[in-house]
Structures are given as C-alpha cells and as structure tokens.
C-alpha cells in the first residue's frame, strides 16, 4: 500500500495547501479521483451497450451448441474477436477504484506514516461539520449517509444493466440481493472506518449517482444509434 498511499499523502498536501482544511481537502480530492476514473466508466457504458448489441448472438450460440461446450467456447471467443467485445471490461472502473481506497485507507488509518509534513499530521485531526476527529470513525451519521448513497447508486447501476437478457434474469436474484447487502455493510464498515474515508466514499458515490445518470442516457441514445446502423 505505500506505492498508493504516498502519492496520495503528496495529492492531499497539495490541495490542503490550496484549500487550508483537511475535510474540504478530502471533497476536492475525491472529485479529482472520480474526472480521472470518468472515462472509465464512460467506457462501461459503451461495453454496456455493446453488450446489448452481442447479447442475441450470444444466445443464438449458446442455442446451437448447448451439448458442445468446447465448440460453444471456441464460437464465443470468435465472436468476441470479431465484434471487438472483452466481457471483463465491465469489472474495470471498480479494480481500479480498489488500490485507490486501500491506499487512501491505509494514509487516513496512519498519516503519520505516509503524509510528507507534520502540518498534515495535525490537519487529519481537525474537526468537520459535526465530526470532531476525521481521523477517527463518525458512528452513525456518515455510515448512513453513505449508505443510502451506495443503495441508490446499486439502484441506478441496476437500471444501466437491465436488458431483459436470459443473463440479467440470471442475475437478477444476486443483484437485489446485493443492493440491500452491500449498503448496509457499508454502513457497518463506515463505523470502523476514519470519517475521512467515510466522506470519500460518500462524496464520490453521489458523485458517482451523477455520473450514472448521465451515462445512462447516453447508453440509451448509443444503443439507438447502434441499432439504427444495423438496419
């Protein structure tokens, strides 16, 4: 963690330079972390679509050779090659998100050991609105909010994925499943956390929210347009 958390430690010591408090350092920084992932995840909407478009393909596939498995596994990486379409792509914006947490857990656990200057020793200490330690765990109201803000982000994420596809009803179980699950170990892990990891994950997941919506409606205006130049 300490070729993440080190970087990140320089990151916060500029910005909290520029801003002078350590709580509107973390909004800053998080923002800057979600225009920098941005294209990922404008990219997830694109293999999104995409995969709409692969989807009757894949299942036509899956039909013909539903005996012959190795056939079945040859034809599906043909058909990958020849529609230019990775299924891992979707995964992509959440690994690289991970290093970037842990990193920013371990600097905000131990600033001492990661930070540059004692200043910033001192400003992970400072109080924000009703948190008086951010280096120590909010108990409740930043682990709720963060919650609600995963619940509706798993929501939203939920409606860029739905396509009525023999896959997405495979998966709808586990997905609702989850959208209950995940926010409210969110909100317990939230508990053990220091707030300022709380804030990040909270700011950047309505951040996120954001994003989504508007990616969504352009997903919606890319399948249309791919399925326009297919007729």
């Known amino acids: 963690m300490k070729y993440i958390a080190v970087p990140l430690g320089m990151l916060?010591?500029?910005?909290?330079?520029?801003?002078?408090?350590?709580?509107?350092?973390?909004?800053?920084?998080?923002?800057?972390?979600r225009i920098v992932l941005?294209?990922?995840?404008?990219?997830?909407?694109?293999?999104?679509?995409?995969?709409?478009?692969?989807?009757?393909?894949?299942?036509?596939?899956?039909?013909?050779?539903?005996?012959?498995?190795?056939?079945?596994?040859?034809?599906?990486?043909e058909l990958y090659r020849d529609e230019k379409f990775n299924p891992l792509m979707g995964c992509l914006p959440m690994l690289v998100q991970l290093p970037i947490i842990w990193g920013l857990f371990s600097l905000l656990r131990n600033p001492t050991a990661y930070l540059p200057d004692t200043?910033?020793?001192?400003?992970?200490?400072?109080?924000?609105?009703?948190?008086?330690d951010l280096s120590q765990p909010d108990q409740w109201?930043?682990?709720?909010?963060?919650g609600i803000s995963t619940f509706f982000s798993f929501m939203m994420t939920q409606q860029q994925q739905a396509g009525g596809s023999e896959m997405s009803n495979q998966m709808a179980p586990m997905m609702k499943m989850m959208k209950y699950f995940f926010p409210v170990m969110i909100v317990l892990m939230g508990r053990s956390f220091p707030a300022g990891l709380t804030v990040y994950w909270?700011?950047?997941?309505?951040?996120?929210?954001?994003?989504?919506?508007?990616?969504?409606i352009w997903k919606k205006r890319l399948v249309a347009k791919n399925k326009a130049s297919k007729k």
């Open 12 to 33: 916060l010591s500029v910005i909290y330079d520029l801003l002078g408090h350590y709580g509107y350092t973390i909004i800053v920084f998080t923002l800057i972390v």
């Open 202 to 216: 909270f700011v950047g997941t309505v951040v996120q929210i954001g994003q989504t919506h508007f990616l969504n």
């Open 119 to 132: 200043e910033m020793w001192i400003a992970s200490h400072e109080a924000f609105f009703w948190v008086p």
């Open 141 to 146: 109201i930043l682990p709720i909010l963060a």
């Open 38 to 77: 941005f294209p990922l995840y404008a990219n997830q909407i694109k293999h999104s679509a995409k995969m709409a478009e692969v989807q009757p393909k894949m299942q036509a596939l899956q039909k013909q050779y539903a005996n012959d498995k190795e056939t079945l596994n040859l034809k599906m990486q």
